[in-house]
């Protein structure tokens, strides 16, 4: 895992962004680098490397594109939509858990379509 620190990727309004293997981070998030907060974001990020290893990183992003686009037209909102794309609810439903990557079964993220 390498971390990033930039002022672009993700766009304002988003703390991280993962892609395999790395995680790109806003450069206003490294002062809570050593708190707990920073533990949840971090876990939440390798939840996505985990996803994009399960489908060879080009096949989540399309996934994900497609998901997000249908969820769209359902919520007709694109926070909600972006919230309920099943990888997101994988991880934000299991970043809290330390003990996640011990009992996470491969594709978990379909559980939550």
Do not use: D
């Amino acid at each position: 895992m390498f971390l990033v620190f930039n002022k672009l990727i993700p766009v304002k309004g988003f703390a991280a962004m993962a892609v395999y293997p790395f995680i790109f981070v806003r450069s206003e998030c490294k002062s809570y680098q050593h708190s707990e907060r920073w533990q949840i974001l971090i876990r939440h990020e390798k939840i996505h490397f985990e996803q994009q290893k399960e489908l060879l990183l080009i096949f989540f992003y399309l996934w994900y594109v497609i998901e997000y686009f249908i969820r769209l037209v359902i919520h007709k909102n694109s926070n909600e939509a972006y919230r309920n794309i099943s990888f997101e609810r994988e991880a934000y439903k299991n970043e809290g858990n330390i003990n996640y990557f011990s009992t996470r079964n491969r594709f978990s993220w379909l559980k939550h379509l």
